[in-house]
């Protein structure tokens, strides 16, 4: 990541748990896609020590897709919540969430171990999921973040969109009102970059002045 450095610099980092191999294939992403082997019960509370020795003022919770459990990670997302506030109870704690395969009961889970942010993607719209996110849903996705702002109403919510995948104008705005819609606090939208010739093709590289109209 470029922007490593400035995160570090303020006491911010991101820890990815639950192993480095994806069950899914996302068209933008280059975590390795293919068969997990077993997760270390142990990682909860090494990344809490871990948290611990950075000294972190805000550390950041993200996994890979484990659609081969039943619990699809939950357990492990809520227990390395549980694990960091006791060992850092001023360090506030984001999750960035995978979709869960649309169980309420798993993000139930996570949300229970109170973290103090939670965060789901959306990455595009709707029209692109097909290409983008094809074993994903962006209504499931939009369900997910409504039902977490009215399970824990005073939990901060966040979701994010990529730019330059092919979408319009138009669904960029659509996509800010269904965010609005569903409650979420916080919204994030950043420019893709192609990991590889492998990943979908950058179409557009957006500049600020493009979103000028919002601030007024």
């Known amino acids: ?11 911010t980092a991101t820890f990815m748990i639950l192993g480095n191999i994806c069950t ?4 933008f992403c280059a975590v390795k ?18 948290v611990q020795i950075l000294k972190l003022r805000h550390a950041v919770i993200t996994s890979v897709d484990r659609d081969d459990l039943e619990d699809e990670g939950s357990h492990v997302f ?46 595009t719209v709707p029209r692109l999921y097909p290409k983008v996110k094809p074993k ?28 330059g995948l092919g979408e319009e104008i138009e669904e960029i705005y659509e996509g800010m009102d269904d965010v609005l ?19 979908i093709p950058l179409l557009k590289h957006y500049h600020p002045d493009e979103f000028k109209e919002l601030k007024q």
């Not at 606090?185 to 010739?197: A, E, K």
């Open 78 to 123: 809520a227990e390395t919540i549980r694990r960091i506030h006791e060992l850092n109870p001023a360090t506030k704690v984001e999750v960035l969430v995978p979709d869960f395969k649309s169980s309420l009961h798993n993000l139930e889970t996570v949300i229970k171990a109170a973290p103090d942010v939670l965060a789901h993607n959306l990455d």
């Open 33 to 50: 896609t293919g068969r997990p082997l077993n997760y270390d019960r142990d990682e909860p509370l090494r990344v809490a020590r871990a």
């Open 24 to 27: 899914r294939r996302c068209g």
């Open 1 to 11: 990541c470029p922007n490593i450095g400035e995160c570090w610099d303020k006491g």
């Open 181 to 199: 819609g569903a409650g979420v606090d916080i919204l994030t939208i950043g420019q893709y970059l192609r990991p590889s010739l492998k990943h």
């Open 136 to 163: 994903s849903s962006y209504k499931l996705s939009l369900e997910l973040l409504r039902h977490s702002k009215r399970m824990a109403a005073t939990m901060t919510t966040k979701a994010g969109f990529m730019l």
